[in-house]
């Protein structure tokens, strides 16, 4: 369905460009990514990673262990130097997004729409990024809406619409029924071969398949489907899809959007919508200044960072991590993109990149004396519990001390030490699994897969992530969420085997080949 352009008397949108103004560029030019790759300087031999049947004392084992040599941050400094004139764009930016909001809130909230129209609307605000300015009205609209589903979809047979409709309902905890797919199937019970020339039906239902839950099998034959054929049209020469719908399945097809970071998707989004025919010129003026907005405060956020990490100065200090502070901004832009989270971001940010010099050390640095005095440090939370540390120990501890130190500090006046004090005991719990690890790496354990994966689901950190993301958010029950979180749930158990199965496939093929022989599966993590 295409979309209806309105005329509002408005300045030309194309005019408003989708990237901040400012007198430096936001990419450091002189460092590639290609080069971003670690290097390993074993002291004598990279015996530390293969599975040998030789066997080693836990000496030998230790004065082979390689020191890493991570490639020096790809952006240093570098956003120190960005000048943002936060008096002048910040609120003209303001401004014009105070102007823009109730011409695009007055087109969601029209009279004249039907349901359909409605819900079509609500899923472009979604994949632009700009369905947070309306929650409460988005809301009331499937409330209502979903009260007469049927009657809506009630021969309704365009494959975008329902695939559109199942998508909106589902984000917004109103369960549509996949039975409703159940129309484009044919007598042998596939999905009919003609919807394969409906390519924008072919593309949203391949992005809500992605959302299938376990039970609902048809949402698996539908993302085999799409993919297949979409596949198949990407990597044609006779395609009839338009170059920018093209271009739009090609990135669907390499990171689904519910695979992505939500602001990500939502950049790509405006790009491709900007060159559809009819496209709605407001909607479209807000995306690009909402995008604008928020890049502004990722740029402001990682200035923070980049100052706050300069004076911690432990790059230096501790050379052997992995000075990755943009990467660990990255991450904390997964929870939460929307401006009014900045503060949560620094947060997710700062815990990150401690926790990584932490991990750091364990896996690639410590002795294994060294280690189970760290942790016995960290499990009493204090530093003088031994008087055995080496410096470069205390620097680490009193580091990640003080970090925490500082979070509590700022949480306390907003009522959430509550939180803080949950963040201290997953830190607590995932360095014991880091000592089993590094336990097992220097005395030459190989574990069976079993017995790795009760530790190694814990290294993986997805509970820890979920608790340091709590403490930026504003209104939520803190006791229920962590309650919750403790109780080990399904989805948290599934993400965390996912990743870190993912990871070590990822680490195995990087740092464990050698000379043929089988790697380890306790291979260093490589973060990014």
Same mark, same amino acid.
């Given at each position: 369905?295409?979309?209806?352009r309105?005329?509002?008397?408005?300045?030309n949108v194309?005019?408003v460009?989708?990237c901040?103004?400012?007198?430096?560029?936001?990419f450091?030019r002189?460092?590639l990514l290609h080069?971003?790759?670690?290097?390993?300087?074993p002291a004598k031999?990279?015996?530390?990673?293969?599975?040998?049947?030789?066997?080693?004392?836990s000496d030998?084992l230790e004065?082979s262990l390689?020191t890493?040599h991570?490639?020096?941050?790809?952006?240093?400094?570098?956003?120190?130097s960005v000048s943002?004139?936060?008096?002048v764009?910040f609120d003209?930016?303001?401004?014009?997004?105070?102007?823009t909001?109730p011409?695009a809130?007055d087109?969601?909230?029209s009279?004249?729409?039907s349901d359909k129209?409605?819900i079509?609307?609500?899923?472009l605000l979604?994949?632009?990024g700009i369905?947070?300015h309306?929650?409460?009205?988005?809301q009331?609209?499937?409330?209502h809406?979903?009260?007469?589903l049927?009657?809506?979809?009630v021969g309704e047979?365009d494959?975008?619409?329902?695939?559109i409709?199942?998508?909106?309902?589902?984000?917004?905890?109103?369960?549509?029924?996949?039975?409703?797919?159940d129309?484009?199937r044919g007598?042998d019970?596939?999905?009919?071969e003609?919807?394969?020339r409906?390519?924008?039906g072919?593309?949203?239902?391949?992005e809500v398949a992605?959302?299938?839950t376990?039970c609902?099998?048809i949402?698996?034959e539908a993302?085999s489907?799409?993919?297949?054929?979409?596949e198949s049209l990407? %990597?044609?020469?006779? =395609?009839?899809a338009? +170059?920018?719908?093209l271009?739009?399945?090609?990135? #669907?097809?390499y990171?689904?959007r519910?695979?992505?970071i939500?602001v990500?998707?939502a950049?790509?989004?405006?790009?491709y919508?900007e060159?559809e025919?009819g496209h709605?010129?407001?909607?479209?003026?807000?995306a690009?200044l909402?995008?604008n907005?928020c890049?502004?405060h990722y740029?402001?956020?990682?200035?923070t960072?980049t100052?706050?990490?300069?004076d911690?100065d432990?790059a230096s200090k501790?050379?052997?991590?992995?000075?990755?502070?943009?990467e660990?901004?990255?991450?904390?832009l997964g929870p939460?993109?929307?401006?009014?989270y900045?503060?949560?971001?620094i947060i997710?940010?700062?815990?990150?990149m401690?926790?990584?010099?932490?991990d750091?050390?364990y896996d690639?640095?410590?002795?294994l004396?060294?280690v189970k005095a760290?942790?016995?440090?960290?499990q009493?939370? %204090?530093?003088?519990? =031994?008087?055995k540390? +080496?410096d470069?120990?205390r620097?680490v501890?009193g #580091?990640l001390f003080?970090v925490?130190?500082e979070?509590?500090?700022?949480?306390?006046p907003?009522?959430?030490?509550?939180?803080?004090k949950?963040?201290?005991?997953?830190?607590?719990?995932i360095?014991?699994?880091?000592?089993e690890i590094?336990?097992w790496?220097r005395?030459g354990?190989?574990s069976?897969f079993?017995e790795y994966m009760?530790?190694?689901?814990?290294?993986?950190?997805m509970?820890?992530y979920?608790?340091?993301c709590?403490?930026?958010m504003?209104d939520?029950?803190?006791?229920?969420?962590f309650?919750?979180?403790?109780?080990?749930?399904?989805?948290i158990k599934h993400l965390?085997a996912?990743?870190r199965l993912a990871?070590?496939v990822g680490?195995?093929?990087?740092h464990?080949?050698?000379?043929?022989?089988?790697?380890?599966?306790?291979s260093i993590?490589?973060f990014?």
């Amino acid at each position: 369905m295409e979309a209806i352009r309105i005329g509002f008397g408005l300045p030309n949108v194309h005019s408003v460009p989708l990237c901040l103004t400012t007198t430096r560029c936001l990419f450091p030019r002189q460092r590639l990514l290609h080069s971003h790759t670690p290097s390993w300087k074993p002291a004598k031999q990279q015996d530390f990673f293969v599975a040998s049947s030789s066997k080693k004392s836990s000496d030998d084992l230790e004065s082979s262990l390689p020191t890493p040599h991570f490639s020096p941050s790809l952006w240093g400094d570098h956003f120190l130097s960005v000048s943002l004139n936060r008096a002048v764009e910040f609120d003209e930016l303001e401004r014009e997004i105070e102007t823009t909001k109730p011409l695009a809130r007055d087109k969601l909230m029209s009279s004249e729409s039907s349901d359909k129209e409605k819900i079509r609307l609500i899923h472009l605000l979604v994949s632009m990024g700009i369905s947070y300015h309306f929650d409460k009205e988005i809301q009331d609209i499937l409330k209502h809406s979903f009260t007469k589903l049927d009657d809506i979809i009630v021969g309704e047979d365009d494959l975008e619409t329902i695939s559109i409709m199942f998508e909106v309902f589902k984000l917004y905890g109103h369960k549509m029924s996949c039975d409703a797919f159940d129309r484009f199937r044919g007598n042998d019970g596939r999905f009919k071969e003609s919807l394969v020339r409906d390519f924008r039906g072919m593309l949203q239902l391949f992005e809500v398949a992605h959302l299938g839950t376990p039970c609902e099998v048809i949402m698996d034959e539908a993302l085999s489907f799409t993919r297949n054929h979409l596949e198949s049209l990407t %990597s044609g020469n006779a =395609s009839t899809a338009s +170059p920018h719908l093209l271009k739009h399945i090609q990135n #669907s097809l390499y990171i689904p959007r519910y695979c992505n970071i939500e602001v990500l998707v939502a950049r790509e989004y405006i790009s491709y919508y900007e060159q559809e025919e009819g496209h709605d010129e407001i909607l479209l003026k807000f995306a690009k200044l909402n995008f604008n907005f928020c890049q502004f405060h990722y740029v402001q956020e990682l200035k923070t960072l980049t100052k706050w990490w300069r004076d911690l100065d432990l790059a230096s200090k501790l050379p052997y991590i992995r000075d990755r502070l943009v990467e660990s901004h990255l991450v904390a832009l997964g929870p939460y993109f929307e401006p009014h989270y900045s503060l949560g971001r620094i947060i997710v940010a700062k815990i990150n990149m401690i926790m990584v010099v932490v991990d750091d050390t364990y896996d690639a640095y410590a002795t294994l004396p060294q280690v189970k005095a760290l942790t016995e440090c960290l499990q009493r939370w %204090s530093i003088e519990v =031994s008087d055995k540390l +080496p410096d470069y120990l205390r620097i680490v501890l009193g #580091s990640l001390f003080d970090v925490m130190g500082e979070i509590e500090r700022e949480m306390r006046p907003l009522g959430r030490l509550y939180r803080v004090k949950q963040v201290v005991e997953k830190i607590k719990i995932i360095t014991k699994a880091y000592q089993e690890i590094a336990k097992w790496a220097r005395t030459g354990h190989v574990s069976t897969f079993d017995e790795y994966m009760k530790v190694g689901v814990l290294t993986a950190g997805m509970a820890d992530y979920a608790a340091y993301c709590f403490i930026g958010m504003e209104d939520i029950n803190e006791k229920e969420a962590f309650e919750w979180l403790n109780s080990n749930p399904l989805i948290i158990k599934h993400l965390t085997a996912m990743f870190r199965l993912a990871n070590d496939v990822g680490t195995y093929e990087v740092h464990c080949i050698s000379k043929g022989s089988l790697g380890s599966f306790l291979s260093i993590s490589h973060f990014f």
